[in-house]
T-cell receptor
Framework: NAGVTQTPKFQVLKTGQSMTLQCAQDMNHEYMSWYRQDPGMGLRLIHYSVGAGITDQGEVPNGYNVSRSTTEDFPLRLLSAAPSQTSVYFC????????????FGPGTRLTVT | QQQVKQSPQSLIVQKGGISIINCAYENTAFDYFPWYQQFPGKGPALLIAIRPDVSEKKEGRFTISFNKSAKQFSLHIMDSQPGDSATYFCAALVGSNYKLTFGKGTLLTVNP
């Protein structure tokens, strides 16, 4: 089991560029989520999905899109990168049928110049 | 509106001492309270969690104390070790929606 994997580990974008952060899990978890972590702010929920084909907004969704075509994958798209999106992004998944524990990926550090 | 307030922001403890981190919440619908541990360059990992029907849960050197009437919970790390140096996040969740709300984190440094 690889758990939750994220690519890339690091990324530098110019303002206005778009990109997709990849997230995959091999635990057959239904619930997946994306967080951003900024110094002194904790982790804030961007978007989440309760299953394939179902997504919803979290606390800070503006500037981000998600889709969930399969149970395994939950990509996060930045439509037009802004310096305010410089952050560390974490993907997580949860086994809804057993525990509430969220398993986090290793993160993607994004810098927007 | 910050639903989970965590304090202190940073904490320095000597090896062998007790580390205490506190959290307070506002939403009485929260029914699961986990603590996550994060080392630099890594994702958070679940350390210990409690549900509101118990007042204390202990796992090794880590204990959660929960006060439902005060809407507060805390993490105690006994016999703190340098390897415990990390950022700790409290969180809360309403079980029906699986959306975790995190505190802002506490940077713990345990000096040898």
């Amino acid at each position: 089991n690889a758990g939750v994997t994220q690519t890339p580990k690091f990324q530098v974008l110019k303002t206005g560029q778009s990109m997709t952060l990849q997230c995959a899990q091999d635990m057959n978890h239904e619930y997946m989520s994306w967080y951003r972590q900024d110094p002194g702010m904790g982790l804030r929920l961007i978007h989440y999905s309760v299953g394939a084909g179902i997504t919803d907004q979290g606390e800070v969704p503006n500037g981000y899109n998600v889709s969930r075509s399969t149970t395994e994958d939950f990509p996060l798209r930045l439509l037009s990168a802004a310096p305010s999106q410089t952050s560390v992004y974490f993907c997580a998944s949860t086994d809804r049928d057993r525990t509430y524990e969220q398993y986090f990926g290793p993160g993607t550090r994004l810098t927007v110049t | 509106q910050q639903q989970v307030k965590q304090s202190p922001q940073s904490l320095i403890v000597q090896k062998g001492g007790i580390s205490i981190i506190n959290c307070a919440y506002e939403n009485t619908a929260f029914d699961y309270f986990p603590w996550y541990q994060q080392f630099p360059g890594k994702g958070p990992a679940l350390l210990i969690a409690i549900r509101p029907d118990v007042s204390e849960k202990k796992e090794g050197r880590f204990t959660i104390s929960f006060n439902k009437s005060a809407k507060q919970f805390s993490l105690h790390i006994m016999d703190s070790q340098p390897g415990d140096s990390a950022t700790y996040f409290c969180a809360a969740l309403v079980g029906s929606n699986y959306k975790l709300t995190f505190g802002k984190g506490t940077l713990l440094t345990v000096n040898p």
